[in-house]
């Protein structure tokens, strides 16, 4: 008799543990920042509670955590935080207001990369995105491991977009805007900085048919064609996996500053003036932000990435032959090391788009 129930209780042990493994999901979150972050993690009104809502991550840290496979949520990263005298604990980027560590229910405050996870969703897949819609602090990478069914595409924002900033959106660390080159820590939303309804695809502009994209969301979506960069962006920016594991990787490759790589003109108020009156200029947008980005494309039957031209043709006339045949192969090789992101092949010289490697990503 005894054996028997020793017996019976071990296959309800190992039930129950194949149960909780089947009805659970492993996220692992993971900071390849030169910098340390503060993760924070908000749950649907609906979902159930994690076991954390908010932790500090150092430089070159991971931790995985245990997530239902019901839940719904969005996680981020804060950055530039400390406590004040009285013990007050506050970022200057994504703060959620808590005044912990811990987050407890408490949102990002704009702007902030989103990564916005729905698990178990319609037909049983888990629906994915990153988001740029408040606005951008750190590059961020959502890669699905060991997926059933579904996409199970990598997506995010490789780009840190901070330098290049337009300087109508651009926080500077005392959470003001700040003009000229560099020395921004996030990048806000055409709809934080200006409140436009036409940004905001709110009141008259509050349907995919009114609210379009703007010179401002372009500007990212250009740089993180995988992101969402406005309300309205699902179609090019939801993904989908069944029964995954998650990286969320803050940082995921280095040297990724585009105001390292485009012209001075290019933070000019001036070329940014129609779009921040609401005038889809996108020739503005073209000229400053996109054509003289630092491209990359990598041939089929090569092995290291080539510098390419931008969409008038010729090369790329920004870096000497030595500092580009130094930092693509230092890219090139990153890519590999992190994921294939199975995007279709796009021809360099005729697109705007940025990174391509090896028949993966532009």
């Given amino acids: 008799m005894g054996r028997l129930v020793l017996f019976l209780s071990i296959i309800v042990f190992f039930a129950f543990s194949f149960f909780s493994e089947v009805q659970s999901a492993s996220f ?48 981020w990263a804060r950055t530039l935080c400390g406590q004040d005298s009285d013990g007050k604990f506050s970022c200057v980027t994504a703060d959620c207001g808590s005044g912990k560590v811990e987050c407890g229910g408490g949102g990002a405050k704009p702007p902030a990369t989103l990564a916005e996870f729905t698990l178990n969703g319609a037909d049983g897949l888990d629906f994915y995105d990153v988001s740029l819609v408040d606005g951008y602090n750190l590059p961020m990478l959502i890669v699905a491991q060991g997926g059933t069914r579904g996409g199970c595409s990598a997506t995010g924002c490789l780009v840190d977009l901070n330098g290049a900033c337009p300087s109508d959106l651009r926080v500077a660390r005392g959470n003001g805007t ?107 947008l073209i000229k400053a932000t996109l054509w003289q980005f630092f491209i990359l494309r990598s041939d089929p039957n090569t092995e290291y990435c080539s510098l390419c031209c931008g969409h008038r043709g010729g090369i790329f006339p920004l870096l000497p032959l030595f500092t580009c045949l130094m930092m693509t192969s230092l890219l090139h090789g990153q890519f590999r090391q992190i994921v294939r992101l199975n995007l279709s092949s796009t021809n360099c010289k005729s697109s705007s788009i940025f990174i391509k490697v090896s028949n993966g990503w532009c």
Avoid: M
């Fill in 28 to 75: 692992r979150i993971i900071n390849k920042c030169r910098h340390p972050i503060w993760p924070g993690l908000l749950s649907g009104a609906t979902s159930p509670p994690l076991p954390t809502t908010g932790f500090l991550l150092s430089a070159g840290r991971s931790r995985t955590i245990t997530i239902p496979r019901s839940w719904s949520g969005r996680i």
């Fill in 178 to 284: 700040k003009s000229g080159r560099g020395g921004g820590v996030a990048c806000r939303s055409a709809c934080e900085a200006f409140g436009d309804p036409r940004y905001c695809c709110s009141e008259a502009y509050s349907t995919p048919d009114t609210c379009g994209p703007s010179a401002y969301s372009l500007y990212f979506k250009h740089a993180c064609p995988r992101a969402y960069s406005y309300a309205y962006d699902d179609k090019t920016s939801t993904y989908t996996c069944a029964s995954a594991n998650y990286l969320i990787i803050f940082c995921p490759l280095p040297y990724t500053r585009l105001d390292y790589f485009l012209p001075k003109g290019a933070w000019s108020k001036k070329r940014w003036r129609a779009a921040s009156s609401g005038k889809q200029n996108y020739d503005v």
